[in-house]
């Protein structure tokens, strides 16, 4: 099977695939809802065939944005071969998980079992995944720079991602391996050159002192710097900006103009650092009941009870913290408003803070195998008085804080994709350079075809990740594309699990040696899946939810 004939087979097994899952989509949907709206209790009866179809929807829409190199006349015949070889991998997942759901409701999908069955599927899959065409691809790459998944950037991105990758080699990698083995909070050495290539400002409108102009697409220039800082550490660098992305956007959206004129410029200048303070020790991901207590007291509020997970707490000077304004606790996340805390820096794994009116706020650190460096807190809130001033929205903004914190959650979770995306390079380049120099019984490990079928699954993979993670940050509004930046930020942090696991298995028993820097990127990927939403939570409340209430929102239109 010639190359446009392996092109042709995969695009049309692809676009079966699609008829295929909007069936699926059709399916799960009759069954979940309730006069044409979508029951949450139906949906929750269904979570297993819920999670098949959102990993299908994510591998589709992976395997379909990076087929898109196939026309472009840039692309290299490695970056050709890649494309088909995560198709095909794809092509063969999607089929499995839709049949999940179709089981699941005992029906029958013709279609699917004709596209399974398929001789032209079959010499794809003969042609693109056996062993010595895998082995071959793992040959090409042996002999490439380690650039993969190439991306269209523009010359202003260009420079944007050449900036943050010289600084990410030579500032942040030499400090990386030391911040992490001894637990360390992240240097001013780092902080204070990346206030002023203004990192903290990439989101933040020229207007109230950020960097973002309309022409630099501000998700774009968020990517690119993620990425590169990432590759060098997830925890010291790529995540710094996870935190102000979130806060900025939340103030954009629901901020009133002197809050946007008193903060934003502060935070785009990286002082005070900031921290989110959402999560709670009995609700984990479950947003709508959170009990943290906001009582009415003169001139503002009282903050009582404790968050867990707030990451960068003990450095940030300005915490956001999602609170229960309203005690009526059948108003779930209506219920919630978001209220800017004020509070001194503090270097140290833990600290505790007496404000002159007597309110208190303590801090402790978790201790976790890996993401160390910004450190992620339990808090405990004590009578802490937050001003009227610092209600996100003012009075307006009562009740309306869930709403503020998921504006800003869409590009927290884009951005999670980028910082996944530069572990995953800095692994797969770590692995493929081993690879070259490490000999086995007499012969480089890269010459042998499980190795090379390995980096060539790896290198198709953050290809990938690379080419939704971009196409979905080039959409005209992120806000609008909450299914789509939550589908990313699932593929890529999962992908990133995979990757550097191959990668540490390449090194062998000296990947396993904290000296070696594939095993922090290991124990580093795994939180990725976690936070910013949990894959499962993401999957069931999030893109679920986002996926059936579209089909439902077409068929009324119909």
Same mark, same amino acid.
């Given at each position: 099977?010639?190359?446009?004939?392996?092109?042709?087979?995969?695009?049309?097994?692809?676009? *079966?695939?699609?008829?295929?899952?909007?069936?699926?989509?059709?399916?799960?949907?009759?069954?979940?809802?309730?006069?044409?709206?979508?029951?949450?209790?139906?949906?929750?009866?269904?979570?297993?065939?819920?999670?098949?179809?959102?990993?299908?929807?994510?591998?589709?829409?992976?395997?379909?944005?990076?087929?898109?190199?196939?026309?472009?006349?840039?692309?290299?015949?490695?970056?050709?071969?890649?494309?088909?070889?995560?198709?095909?991998?794809?092509?063969?997942?999607?089929?499995?998980?839709?049949?999940?759901?179709?089981?699941?409701?005992?029906?029958?999908?013709?279609?699917?079992?004709?596209?399974?069955?398929?001789?032209?599927?079959?010499?794809?899959?003969?042609?693109?995944?056996?062993?010595?065409?895998? *082995?071959?691809?793992?040959?090409?790459?042996?002999?490439?720079?380690?650039?993969?998944?190439?991306?269209?950037?523009?010359?202003?991105?260009?420079?944007?991602?050449?900036?943050?990758?010289?600084?990410?080699?030579?500032?942040?990698?030499?400090?990386?391996?030391?911040?992490?083995?001894?637990?360390?909070?992240?240097?001013?050495?780092?902080?204070?050159?990346?206030?002023?290539?203004?990192?903290?400002?990439?989101?933040?409108?020229?207007?109230?002192?950020?960097?973002?102009?309309?022409?630099?697409?501000?998700?774009?220039?968020?990517?690119?710097?993620?990425?590169?800082?990432?590759?060098?550490?997830?925890?010291?660098?790529?995540?710094?900006?996870?935190?102000?992305?979130?806060?900025?956007?939340?103030?954009?959206?629901?901020?009133?103009?002197?809050?946007?004129?008193?903060?934003?410029?502060?935070?785009?200048?990286?002082?005070?650092?900031?921290?989110?303070?959402?999560?709670?020790?009995?609700?984990?991901?479950?947003?709508?009941?959170?009990?943290?207590?906001?009582?009415?007291?003169?001139?503002?509020?009282?903050?009582?009870?404790?968050?867990?997970?707030?990451?960068?707490?003990?450095?940030?000077?300005?915490?956001?913290?999602?609170?229960?304004?309203?005690?009526?606790?059948?108003?779930?996340?209506?219920?919630?408003?978001?209220?800017?805390?004020?509070?001194?820096?503090?270097?140290?794994?833990?600290?505790?803070?007496?404000?002159?009116?007597?309110?208190?706020?303590?801090?402790?650190?978790?201790?976790?195998?890996?993401?160390?460096?910004?450190?992620?807190?339990?808090?405990?809130?004590?009578?802490?008085?937050?001003?009227?001033?610092?209600?996100?929205?003012?009075?307006?903004?009562?009740?309306?804080?869930?709403?503020?914190?998921?504006?800003?959650?869409?590009?927290?979770?884009? *951005?999670?994709?980028?910082?996944?995306?530069?572990?995953? +390079?800095?692994?797969?380049?770590?692995?493929?350079?081993?690879?070259?120099?490490?000999?086995?019984?007499?012969?480089?490990?890269?010459?042998?075809?499980?190795?090379?079928?390995?980096?060539?699954?790896?290198?198709?993979?953050?290809?990938?990740?690379? *080419?939704?993670?971009?196409?979905?940050?080039?959409?005209?509004?992120?806000?609008?594309?909450?299914?789509?930046?939550?589908?990313?930020?699932?593929?890529?942090?999962?992908?990133?699990?995979?990757?550097?696991?191959?990668?540490?298995?390449?090194?062998?028993?000296?990947?396993?040696?904290?000296?070696?820097?594939?095993?922090?990127?290991?124990?580093?990927? +795994?939180?990725?899946?976690?936070?910013?939403?949990?894959?499962?939570?993401?999957?069931?409340?999030?893109?679920?939810?986002?996926?059936?209430?579209?089909?439902?929102?077409?068929?009324?239109?119909?």
């Amino acid at each position: 099977m010639n190359s446009v004939l392996q092109a042709k087979s995969a695009t049309d097994a692809l676009a *079966q695939l699609r008829q295929v899952f909007e069936s699926a989509v059709a399916l799960l949907a009759s069954r979940c809802a309730v006069d044409g709206h979508l029951d949450g209790r139906r949906v929750d009866e269904r979570q297993v065939a819920s999670f098949d179809l959102v990993w299908a929807s994510a591998e589709l829409l992976a395997a379909e944005s990076v087929l898109r190199v196939l026309t472009d006349c840039d692309a290299t015949e490695l970056d050709r071969r890649l494309a088909l070889t995560y198709a095909v991998e794809a092509i063969g997942s999607v089929i499995s998980r839709l049949e999940g759901v179709f089981l699941e409701f005992d029906c029958s999908a013709p279609e699917l079992q004709m596209l399974a069955t398929s001789t032209d599927l079959r010499d794809l899959r003969l042609a693109i995944c056996n062993g010595a065409s895998l *082995q071959q691809t793992g040959n090409a790459l042996a002999d490439c720079d380690g650039e993969i998944g190439r991306v269209d950037l523009g010359e202003e991105l260009l420079m944007v991602q050449n900036q943050f990758r010289r600084f990410a080699a030579d500032v942040v990698a030499p400090l990386a391996e030391r911040i992490h083995r001894l637990d360390l909070t992240v240097p001013e050495a780092l902080l204070t050159p990346l206030r002023e290539m203004g990192l903290f400002g990439l989101s933040i409108p020229e207007e109230y002192g950020g960097v973002a102009t309309g022409d630099l697409d501000s998700n774009m220039t968020m990517i690119v710097a993620t990425e590169a800082l990432s590759e060098a550490s997830l925890a010291a660098a790529g995540s710094l900006i996870t935190r102000p992305e979130i806060l900025a956007r939340a103030l954009i959206t629901g901020g009133t103009e002197e809050q946007k004129r008193k903060w934003l410029p502060r935070i785009a200048l990286g002082d005070p650092l900031c921290a989110i303070a959402i999560t709670e020790p009995d609700f984990g991901s479950d947003v709508a009941s959170l009990s943290l207590r906001a009582t009415r007291a003169q001139g503002g509020w009282h903050l009582d009870g404790a968050k867990t997970w707030c990451t960068f707490a003990g450095k940030a000077g300005l915490i956001m913290v999602v609170a229960r304004t309203d005690p009526d606790r059948s108003l779930g996340h209506r219920g919630l408003s978001a209220l800017l805390a004020e509070k001194p820096v503090y270097e140290g794994h833990d600290f505790e803070y007496e404000q002159g009116t007597g309110g208190r706020l303590t801090g402790r650190a978790i201790p976790t195998i890996g993401y160390r460096g910004m450190h992620s807190f339990d808090l405990s809130f004590q009578n802490f008085f937050v001003p009227d001033a610092n209600v996100i929205g003012g009075e307006k903004g009562l009740g309306r804080g869930f709403y503020f914190t998921m504006s800003g959650m869409i590009g927290g979770r884009l *951005q999670t994709a980028a910082r996944a995306s530069g572990v995953m +390079r800095a692994a797969f380049r770590a692995a493929l350079r081993y690879a070259r120099q490490r000999k086995v019984f007499g012969s480089p490990l890269v010459s042998y075809q499980l190795t090379g079928a390995k980096l060539a699954k790896m290198a198709a993979r953050l290809a990938a990740s690379r *080419q939704l993670a971009y196409s979905v940050g080039r959409l005209p509004s992120i806000g609008g594309a909450h299914t789509e930046a939550s589908l990313v930020k699932l593929f890529a942090c999962r992908s990133a699990e995979m990757i550097t696991r191959e990668a540490l298995q390449i090194f062998g028993g000296i990947g396993y040696a904290e000296e070696t820097s594939v095993s922090r990127y290991f124990v580093d990927a +795994r939180v990725l899946s976690i936070f910013e939403g949990a894959e499962e939570i993401l999957a069931l409340k999030v893109i679920v939810k986002g996926l059936l209430e579209q089909y439902l929102e077409r068929q009324k239109a119909a």
